[in-house]
């Protein structure tokens, strides 16, 4: 799941400095938003990666949930 290569891009080299800063680890044992039958598939990704077995599908589905959000200029 990581990179272990030479970075000789500057974005690898911040995104590798990035990653080093995280430093604690939280484990979520409870589902909470992710209920009902129309989660199923979000909730199977989130496990998949959770467990070590994501596939492309479940990073896919994770990315689209993803909301970038910006105060107005």
């Given at each position: ?71 107005p200029s």
């Amino acid at each position: 799941m990581f990179f272990t290569g030479a970075l000789w891009r500057p974005e690898l080299m911040q995104a590798r400095e990035l990653n080093l800063q995280f430093n604690q680890t939280v484990e979520l044992d409870e589902v909470v938003r992710q209920q009902g039958e129309s989660e199923k598939a979000f909730r199977q990704a989130l496990d998949n990666l959770r467990m070590n077995e994501a596939k492309v599908e479940d990073w896919r589905l994770c990315a689209s949930q993803i909301a970038i959000q910006s105060e107005p200029s």
